[in-house]
């Protein structure tokens, strides 16, 4: 509430304060939530904690339920494509709202210039990205059931971890036969760590070091380090599947127990990384890639052929100074975004076929 | 109201792991002089006895962290519970 102070100056009222302070501090409870969910997911859901997330589907903020009725009230103009924007690690779908105001994201702009309908993914990410995979598999075949009009295409948007877990949906989908993953035509990776993070290689490479000394002070950080969630644990090789950790230890130091799983047949892969510095040859990207994901990981280039992924190198584009956070909301990555869903839809499949030739 | 709820049950449990954990420490810390004195034929008696007050010392503050810690929690709860049951 603005009032006119005796300077004439506009000055905000007390209620007014009252209410800011209010926004800030459920802002930052909703932020704790998030970080709590991402460290300690697992652990929650276990528990059956209240302040775990369930995966849902949210619009504007509000969550939906997945029903013909409340799709056509949350979303009027719903069209026959659908949009649907997956969030990473310890994050939820307020990380793709652009900073200067709540409202536009790349989910908003590609509904005002294409006609996308925009759907935004929340889900538990301590939980075991294959666990988020299946569930989100069921959310999306759910989507499809309830939506009001025949849905003819679905593109994913997926930032960090949720590159994993779109792949894992995918891929549990495909094997499930499930009718959504063949109106999948295109997916975007933005700084998905598809080969690890190496942030999680490191605290595993402390921790083992910190339990493998004879202190009982050195265990105890050891022992507090490995509390980290199963979700965390899985960024450490990019797991995505039930078998990549079902029967292993998950401490064990540097131990890939990864299965190779092929991409989504019949749709286009894209992706976009950051960069810290200008030049992408400055040893800081080199050795940090976005801050978070080094670009070999990002883009599927792996040490070991048999972990390659086979992304096209005309679908890859690299943002100098974009930072692993700001991949959300950049303008100049919705451009490119924009610029692949306007390219003919009969290439992507091609493409594709092609790369894995 | 539940997030609270919520909030309260994981501070209690990291409370009373982080206090078993730090009493863990703290009690292997301890006992490493002892274990060197008892060997000691002189001091040896002494430090046995020394070594049981302060065991039951360390036992003592931290069940009192412990008991305090329940207490606090169940107090929230009921807070909570009670605040809800106003409101509606």
Not at chain 2, 19 to 40: D, R, Y
Not at chain 2, 50 to 75: C, D, L, W
């Amino acid at each position: 509430m603005l009032v006119q102070n005796e300077t004439g100056k506009n000055d905000i009222s007390w209620p007014g304060r009252l209410d800011q302070v209010s926004t800030a501090i459920k802002r930052t409870a909703k932020t704790g939530v998030c970080i709590l969910n991402g460290i300690i997911g697992d652990y929650l859901h276990d528990q059956q904690n209240e302040l775990a997330y369930s995966m849902q589907l949210y619009f504007q903020n509000e969550p939906l339920d997945l029903t013909p009725e409340c799709l056509n009230i949350s979303h009027p103009n719903i069209t026959s494509k659908a949009c649907i924007l997956v969030h990473g690690l310890a994050c939820d779908e307020t990380i793709w709202n652009y900073a200067d105001d709540g409202e536009t994201t790349y989910g908003s702009l590609l509904q005002r210039d294409l006609g996308y309908t925009p759907f935004y993914l929340r889900y538990n990410t301590g939980r075991h990205v294959s666990e988020n995979g299946k569930l989100f598999s069921t959310v999306l075949s759910d989507l499809l059931r309830a939506y009001p009009k025949p849905l003819e295409e679905i593109i994913l948007i997926a930032h960090s971890m949720g590159g994993l877990v779109t792949r894992s949906a995918c891929d549990y989908g495909t094997e499930d036969q499930t009718d959504w993953v063949n109106k999948v035509r295109r997916v975007f990776f933005l700084g998905a760590p598809h080969l690890g993070a190496p942030l999680e290689k490191f605290v595993n490479v402390v921790s083992w070091i910190l339990k493998a000394v004879p202190r009982p002070y050195t265990k105890l950080s050891g022992d507090i380090l490995d509390l980290r969630s199963s979700g965390i644990k899985d960024l450490r090789f990019g797991y995505l599947r039930d078998e990549d950790w079902i029967r292993q230890d998950p401490d064990a130091l540097l131990k890939n127990n990864k299965k190779t799983i092929p991409l989504l047949a019949g749709a286009s892969h894209y992706v976009i990384t950051g960069t810290l510095t200008k030049d992408p040859r400055h040893p800081v990207t080199q050795w940090f890639g976005d801050g978070l994901v080094r670009q070999p990981s990002a883009t599927g280039q792996s040490s070991q052929d048999r972990h390659d992924i086979p992304f096209i190198p005309g679908h890859h584009r690299e943002f100098p100074q974009v930072g692993h956070l700001k991949l959300t909301r950049s303008p100049g990555v919705y451009q490119q975004i924009k610029s692949w869903c306007q390219e003919a839809s009969s290439s992507g499949s091609s493409h594709y076929q092609k790369a894995n030739l | 109201m539940r997030k609270l709820l919520g909030l309260v049950e994981l501070i209690q449990t990291v409370v009373d792991k982080g206090t078993a954990s730090i009493e863990e420490v703290h009690t292997s810390i301890a006992n490493g002089p002892f274990t060197i004195l008892n060997k000691i034929g002189v001091v040896a008696p002494v430090s046995r006895c020394v070594q049981e007050v302060q065991k039951r010392t360390i036992v003592s503050v931290y069940g009192i962290i412990r008991a305090v810690n329940q207490g606090a929690g169940a107090m929230a709860k009921t807070l909570l519970q009670v605040r809800d049951k106003i409101r509606d």
